[in-house]
T-cell receptor
Framework: DAKTTQPPSMDCAEGRAANLPCNHSTISGNEYVYWYRQIHSQGPQYIIHGLKNNETNEMASLIITEDRKSSTLILPHATLRDTAVYYCIVRVAGNYGQNFVFGPGTRLSVLP | AAGVIQSPRHLIKEKRETATLKCYPIPRHDTVYWYQQGPGQDPQFLISFYEKMQSDKGSIPDRFSAQQFSDYHSELNMSSLELGDSALYFC????????????FGPGTRLTVT
């Protein structure tokens, strides 16, 4: 089962910042938070990941609360091409390694 | 930059047939992951390989098997295909199995009729 909860859908006006929240209240101290997105039927695309410090790259910013129980992905200037399902993922310990458990994610619609 | 390559991109099989999906990871990546995404569903982890050894197993049916070869490419073999196996199959690769982000291929769309 996914260790994260996200709102099922969000709308954002084109050109505005999109702020996507994620709750991961059971996260362990050494577990990273990853964000991926999937544009219709394409392979999921890596966006960003972080442990406890805020992170920024050319795609987005990741804000992680001090207690690490939640985070927010920020797309600073959303475009129509950012319409996708956004997944917040905490790796789940498997038998030998760490698995990604997807779902259910937030369906972001960027509106003109 | 080179990406993950999957072949074929589309595959149509009949019930009870077999199918083989191939995945070529990004150069220098040593870990491969397979995911299945049914219609309207989220990707589900099937199996992963690190340095040619199975590193973890998810919800992979017993009818499916996979391996990673010496050149790090991987193949997913599916036998006794069922209608419910119709899905997008994604392969992802990463450098080492721990902490590093996974890069996904474009997927293989398998249709079982």
């Amino acid at each position: 089962d996914a260790k994260t909860t996200q709102p099922p859908s969000m709308d954002c006006a084109e050109g505005r910042a999109a702020n996507l929240p994620c709750n991961h209240s059971t996260i362990s101290g050494n577990e990273y938070v990853y964000w991926y997105r999937q544009i219709h039927s394409q392979g999921p695309q890596y966006i960003i990941h972080g442990l406890k410090n805020n992170e920024t790259n050319e795609m987005a910013s990741l804000i992680i609360t001090e207690d690490r129980k939640s985070s927010t992905l920020i797309l600073p200037h959303a475009t129509l091409r950012d319409t996708a399902v956004y997944y917040c993922i905490v790796r789940v310990a498997g038998n030998y390694g760490q698995n990604f458990v997807f779902g259910p994610g937030t369906r972001l619609s960027v509106l003109p | 930059a080179a990406g993950v390559i999957q072949s074929p991109r589309h595959l149509i099989k009949e019930k009870r047939e077999t199918a083989t999906l191939k995945c070529y990871p990004i150069p220098r990546h040593d870990t491969v992951y397979w995911y299945q995404q049914g219609p309207g569903q989220d990707p589900q982890f099937l199996i992963s390989f690190y340095e040619k050894m199975q590193s973890d197993k998810g919800s992979i049916p017993d009818r499916f098997s996979a391996q990673q070869f010496s050149d790090y490419h991987s193949e997913l073999n599916m036998s006794s295909l069922e209608l419910g196996d119709s899905a997008l199959y994604f392969c992802a690769s990463s450098f080492q199995d721990v902490l590093y982000e996974q890069y996904f291929g474009p997927g293989t769309r398998l249709t079982v009729t």
